[in-house]
């Protein structure tokens, strides 16, 4: 996920923590992308764009065994609004602009009916998480615990004594598809940043500032998108040299900003005129739905952010309503972006929605300013891996070589996003591929086999079980398929990828 359009609020702040123990420095507020609540022993991070939070460090002491949420400090704690924000800013992002394709996969029926069930199932989960995390703070007398931290203490109270035995790696199993999501979501971002910027430029000739009528655009053809991120590679390297939140903060206000002006002047474009859908499938091949997976569960993937939004309310009471009326907004706007997209551009609609934006001076300044956004975003998207993957390597090696070895680790950790990018150059297959592989386990599969795990010793009503059995049978049905999808249609594409504006008519 992500991208994001509210500014960040002036109350949250973020704890840095120290070697040996919590640290309880403030650092200065920052609409921090994927950044998670940190609790005393273990950062955990979400997979999508949330504002920063403050590790648990004050009020432990006093947390009650009743299993209430104790509030870290007052005025850090965030309003019913403030979290509402949040739920939307941090399940809003990149994945957003590829559903109207996604639409297009599944059909212009199947489509939004299928995205209005990801949506509920996706809500559901979420739940059973928060559900299951309550649990075990009030069974362990815990003021907070993270996903990793669930995840585990749910194997450790399962029947299985293997599982029991071998529960530390429940941990890991989070660790490693928020790590394989984050860096995921960077290689979207360098071919979005390539596929913009390639169209803009060789239009460049043919723009103009009539956006109302469809004319003729000669392309002028410049090198090729793989160029483009070569290109990119250099100051993203320096961008990520960024370890300050304070300055990330900045970067992450501007994306926001960007980002929300973009979205508007999207929508405001593809309300207008709408073609008779008469010709479009209800439902496409089922070959193609696959992909629609990949891409609609790529851009709910917000589950991660669940916890640390609860754990800084005020009165997290209010929470379940905030989660569901949050996430009825987010399944609108999804619905309502993917089927108007598909409606205004039809089969021509391609891996990003701004691809398809006229070649007028407006429109084109709107591609370069979601460009700038998503720029900006790239620090805040790789901060989650970085923060967990180079604390490894620095800790291995002498104190006076920490420096390097943390610039070298950033650097090669960009130039891999880089090289994964160019070895698959289509936006829509990018999306597909993370959202199935990633996506879909944190999502859909980890989550109803955690509630199996945490309450079956308890006893659970047998429709429960397979519910849950269900829920984790179709997300692991959808890694499968949409995986083997999405990396067949890379080897052997089923249809070239368009690469021209859909307002122009070329011979």
């Known amino acids: 996920m992500a991208a994001s359009a509210p500014e960040p609020t002036p109350s949250l702040e973020l704890t840095a923590p120290a070697t040996g123990g919590l640290s309880t420095d403030p650092v200065s507020p920052a609409t921090m992308s994927t950044q998670r609540l940190r609790n005393e022993d273990y950062p955990d991070y979400s997979s999508t764009d949330v504002s920063p939070e403050e590790s648990p460090s004050e009020g432990v002491n006093n947390f009650s065994s009743s299993g209430s949420y104790q509030r870290f400090g007052e005025s850090s704690s965030t309003t019913w609004f403030q979290t509402l924000i949040h739920l939307l800013k941090g399940n809003i992002g990149t994945g957003l602009l590829g559903l109207p394709l996604a639409v297009k996969n599944a059909g212009i029926l199947m489509g939004p009916l ?14 059973i998480l928060v559900k299951c995390a309550h649990h075990f703070c009030r069974r362990l007398n815990k003021p907070f615990v993270d996903y990793g931290e669930t995840v585990m203490y749910g194997l450790e109270s399962s029947p299985s004594s293997w599982l029991r035995n071998h529960a530390h790696w429940g941990r890991h199993i989070v660790d490693f598809f928020l790590i394989v999501t984050q860096l995921g979501f960077c290689c979207v971002y360098f071919v979005f940043l390539a596929d913009n910027f390639k169209q803009v430029i060789e239009a460049a000739n043919g723009t103009t500032n009539n956006c109302n009528n469809n004319e003729t655009v000669i392309l002028a053809p410049t090198m090729d998108s793989r160029l483009y991120m070569l290109t990119f590679l250099p100051f993203l390297v320096l961008l990520v ?4 939140l304070r300055v990330l903060s900045i970067f992450s206000l501007l994306a926001n900003i960007s980002m929300l002006v973009s979205l508007v002047m999207i929508y405001q474009f593809i309300v207008q005129r709408i073609p008779n859908p008469s010709r479009l499938p209800l439902v496409a091949s089922w070959k193609t739905y696959p992909l629609f997976f990949g891409t609609a569960i790529f ?3 917000g589950i991660g952010m669940v916890l640390p939004l609860e754990n800084k309310m005020k009165d997290p009471r209010k929470f379940p309503v905030i989660l569901y009326a949050g996430m009825a907004i987010i399944t609108a706007l999804y619905i309502s972006l993917g089927c108007l997209g598909y409606l205004q551009f039809g089969t021509d609609i391609q891996g990003s929605i701004t691809l398809n934006l006229p070649n007028c001076w407006l429109y084109q300044s709107v591609k ?5 956004g ?14 967990i993957i180079i604390p490894f390597f620095v800790a291995r090696v002498p104190e006076h070589w920490g420096l390097v070895v943390d610039l070298s680790v950033r650097t090669m950790l960009v130039g891999l996003t880089c090289v994964l990018a160019i070895l698959i150059p289509r936006l829509d297959l990018v999306i597909s591929l993370v959202g199935s592989v990633s996506s879909s386990a944190l999502a859909l599969i980890i989550p109803p086999l955690l509630e199996i795990t945490t309450y079956y010793s308890e006893g659970m009503n047998p429709l429960t079980i397979a519910k849950d059995a269900l829920i984790s049978t179709l997300g692991f049905v959808g890694f499968v398929v949409g995986t083997y999808q999405a990396l067949s249609e890379l080897i052997q594409p089923s249809n070239a990828p368009i690469f021209i504006n859909s307002t122009s008519d070329l011979a």
């Open 114 to 127: 299928s995205l209005l069930v990801i949506g509920i199932v996706a809500v559901h989960c979420m739940g």
């Open 299 to 301: 851009a709910f993937e």
């Open 368 to 372: 370069l300013l979601y460009s700038i």
């Open 241 to 244: 040299f960024v370890r300050n």
């Open 374 to 387: 998503i720029f900006f975003t790239y620090a805040l998207q790789f901060y989650v891996p970085a923060e």
